[in-house]
């Protein structure tokens, strides 16, 4: 149940296309889903993160979607670059009875941008 | 500000020997979590720590510690090692002012190989 389900394991995208990684949880108490960015040799950074109480989360290119009820979320990038070449990681959480940080993260979407 | 270090970044240890992990927050930054990265695992949380004090654990065995100073600096420490211990490990710091679910600010990692 602390599961974050993440799909697709890869993906391949011509540049300037939109590019759509999902992830699925089972955790009702999860509050928090943000999404990780991370290149090789690198620690992963935060790239957007939306909270239950919105559908929909847009900073710049990249959109997060949210449906409650069907206890998923998405993250999609607009006008894909080879820049945009990287490991997605969808994460979630909640305050497990107390102050935290702790993440459960998804496993992981490998993104490649072709010119 | 600079941001997290981790030492060392590579490392290589034969099974049954003990190894230290080293993180520098980012300045004024009180909570550090500590995440293990595998292929086939993925990120995986390991611990917590917030003012010298660890606030959460995940599910790893008791070979796994952790500890904070004063000045927020943090280490991990692996006893017995295992070949499956073989890893990226991951640190990161948060402000520790909102009680939780921050974004986290992560180090380059410590790549861990164990023969």
């Known amino acids: 149940q602390q599961q974050v389900k993440q799909s697709p394991q890869s993906l391949i995208v011509q540049k300037g296309g939109i590019s759509i990684i999902n992830c699925a949880y089972e955790n009702t108490a999860f509050d928090y889903f943000p999404w990780y960015q991370q290149f090789p040799g690198k620690g992963p950074a935060l790239l957007i993160a939306?909270?239950?109480?919105?559908s929909e989360k847009k900073e710049g290119r990249f959109t997060i979607s949210f449906n409650k009820s069907a206890k998923q979320f998405s993250l999609h990038i607009m006008d894909s670059q080879p820049g945009d070449s990287a490991t997605y990681f969808c994460a979630a959480s909640h305050l497990w009875g107390g102050a935290t940080n702790k993440l459960i993260f998804g496993t992981g979407t490998l993104l490649a941008v072709q010119p | 500000k600079a941001g997290v270090t981790q030492t060392p970044r590579y490392l290589i240890k034969t099974r049954g020997q003990q190894v230290t992990l080293s993180c520098s927050p980012i300045?004024?930054?009180?909570?550090v979590s500590w995440y293990q990265q595998t292929p086939g695992q993925g990120l995986q949380f390991l611990f917590e720590y917030f003012s010298e004090t660890q606030r959460n654990k995940g599910n790893f065995p008791g070979r796994f510690s952790g500890r904070q100073f004063s000045n927020s600096r943090s280490e991990m420490n692996v006893s017995t090692l295992e070949l499956g211990d073989s890893a990226l490990y991951l640190c990161?710091?948060?402000?520790?002012?909102?009680?939780?679910?921050?974004?986290?600010?992560f180090g380059p990692g410590t790549r861990l190989l164990v023969l």
């Open positions: 939306i909270r239950p109480d919105v």
């Open positions: 300045s004024g930054h009180r909570s």
């Open positions: 990161a710091s948060s402000p520790g002012t909102s009680g939780g679910q921050e974004t986290q600010y």
